[in-house]
């Protein structure tokens, strides 16, 4: 059994309690545009009675051309997830890429999440430690499962003691990345909650040139395995309309389409739990 603890005040994780929804849009795309998928989204989840935790990055540093959107930066970020907070009502979760972003970062979310190319550093793992905050850290798509054991270590000796693990597939090149389901239990062994990110893990890395691809048409299915695996929360990145995302269109499950994956989402996780 994983570790229990609260997320914030009411949204506990780990252990026996229901897979955690961590759901948004890849990127802030403009303050009314978070506010307005957070307020649906909510309402998908209280009628599916899920907890949830809303994403969405004030940064996207590891684009594929430096001509890609990257967000709002980090102050007008931090200001929209504030509001997405005190007016939805929700906690929030954001990616930082920089020990110079994490004091910031540490003062308005919930969980700061570590990238997946990143979890190895170090002097990042620790600043974000030492805020006392939730830290989720992606598996990189170059580990194996049971390496996480030393992100472990560092976030623990560094006094964390609220950590999330998520899985998002593994890359063997040739633009693809491939689930290894065993290894999501085997993540789950290491005694922390595991969160499986569905929409990351049909990614397509740089399958489109100058830009990643995505097959988002296949992201059901795999969370729908996952949550018969068993998982502590489910990650995806969603939008009105993954056509016009100025960030990860082709990953994304499309709004009016979450709360029926989701409610078989429920169902399977009935049986992994």
């Not at 194996?144 to 950590?163: F, H």
């Not at 929360?233 to 990860?248: C, Q, R, T, Y």
Request: with cysteine; aromatic share 8%.
């Amino acid at each position: 059994m994983t570790k229990q603890f609260l997320i914030s005040n009411d949204v506990p994780i780990g252990g026996k309690f229901p897979p955690v929804l961590f759901a948004g849009p890849c990127v802030i795309e403009g303050e009314e545009m978070a506010i307005s998928h957070a307020k649906q989204i909510f309402t998908i989840a209280k009628i599916l009675d899920m907890p949830f935790v809303f994403k969405a990055s004030y940064d996207k540093a590891n684009r594929t051309s430096l001509d890609s959107y990257r967000g709002p930066g980090l102050r007008k970020g931090l200001e929209i997830l504030s509001r997405v907070q005190s007016e939805i009502g929700v906690p929030v979760i954001t990616d930082a890429h920089s020990v110079a972003e994490i004091e910031a970062v540490g003062k308005v979310v919930d969980v700061i999440q570590i990238p997946a190319f990143l979890c190895r550093q170090t002097d990042l793992l620790v600043a974000a430690a030492q805020t006392g905050k939730t830290v989720n850290v992606k598996k990189g798509q170059f580990l194996a499962p049971q390496d996480m054991s030393n992100v472990i270590g560092k976030l623990t000796e560094s006094g964390c003691e609220r950590i999330l693990l998520t899985e998002r597939g593994t890359s063997f090149g040739y633009n693809r990345l491939t689930v290894d389901f065993a290894g999501v239990v085997k993540m789950r062994q290491l005694g922390m909650p595991v969160v499986f990110d569905a929409t990351h893990s049909i990614q397509l890395p740089g399958g489109a040139g100058k830009v990643s691809s995505g097959e988002g048409q296949y992201a059901k299915y795999l969370a729908w395995a996952a949550a018969a695996v068993g998982i502590d929360g489910l990650f995806v990145e969603v939008h009105e309309d993954p056509n016009i995302a100025k960030s990860d269109g082709p990953n994304m499950i499309k709004l009016s389409e979450l709360e029926a994956i989701l409610s078989k989402f429920k169902a399977y996780a009935a049986i992994g739990h």
